[in-house]
């Protein structure tokens, strides 16, 4: 292909448990499109291992490589580990909790409000971390990866977020990115304790405007930007609670691009550095509205028939968006960016 027609795409990914399985969908397809060229990836959580996974596969075999590493992750995440999230969870009771009945999923998690994960999983078993070295191998990672990583967590004792780039990154940093503090004891790396990159930002995106080369920004989101129903039960609002916690930082970062671009517009002579980013800066969102039917909870679910749902969902759904936005991609970004976030 003439290598005019290829453009450059830094993506920002949402993290969002098994819901990450629809970014593979996207990741997927993106990487059968040699009109598309990933230079560099922002993620936390699920969009923080989807990044890595796709890296290491990408650096043993290019896109088909990454493609299989991709589909191998997700299986393996589906059948080896699925336990962990289903309704009945007997794996998590009876090694963790010792009880010998086992309670909705819901009930568990109603427990880690009254109960913290050092009372409930006090030998700390974190399965994803075998997974992880499984399928990425760091090592090799830190020195050779072929895409620029840009990977958040929370710092818990400041609130700031943390960006892992490429030599930082470990199984620790992933496994720190995806750490929910009800759930997971937080990790501790180079003398600080992390937990879910989510909270300080989901997705970042200010690494891929100031560390990272490319004009155009895709971000894949996982969670709904707007939701119609007005939550009336208390465990309705409680899950749109939590839902808002994971997103407040990443509407205001994108209030903040809007109305710093808008600006710009209005001052044709700018000429600082910063102005010149700004101006140039493209953003493109890819997002599936039927996530807003999905219960919050099912981000925890791993059974193979929801995560191969997920991610023929976000196959279709990137196939459709690069068919209406691939035009706009180092032009123009693709959505009204005031009239959604300001």
Known sequence: MNSKAVKRINLALQG?????AFTWGV??????EERIDIHAIAGVSSGAMNACVLAAGYLDGGRPGAKQRLTDFWNAVSSKYSSLFETNPSVVWDKVVGMDYHPSFDSFLSLTQSFSPYQLNPFNLNPLEKI?????????????????????????????M???????ISSDVLLASACLPSLHHAIKIDGEHYWDGGYSGNPPLFPLIFDTSG??????????????????????????????MFTNTFLREMRAIALSKEQIKKDWLYSGELEKKMGRLNIHIIEDTNFEKL???????????????????????VQGWLKKNYR???YRSSVDLVEMFV
Do not use: M, W
């Not at 990741?27 to 059968?32: C, E, G, I, K, R």
């Not at 943390?162 to 930082?168: A, P, S, V």
């Open 215 to 244: 004009n155009d920004i895709v971000v894949v989101l996982l969670q709904p930007l707007l939701r119609e129903q007005l939550p009336t039960t208390a465990e309705e609002i409680r899950k749109r609670s939590n839902e808002l």
């Open 295 to 317: 219960d919050a909870n099912s981000r925890y679910t791993a059974q193979s028939e929801f995560i191969n749902q997920l991610y023929d969902k976000g196959q279709h759904v």
């Open 162 to 168: 943390r960006i892992f780039t490429n030599k930082e």
């Open 16 to 20: 969002g448990g098994s819901h990450g």
């Open 328 to 330: 706009n991609i180092a």
């Open 27 to 32: 990741l997927h397809h993106l990487l059968d």
């Open 132 to 160: 992880l070295n499984e399928f990425v191998d760091f090592k090799a990672l830190q020195k050779h990866c072929p895409i620029e990583l840009h990977i958040g967590a929370t710092q818990v004792r400041t609130g700031k």
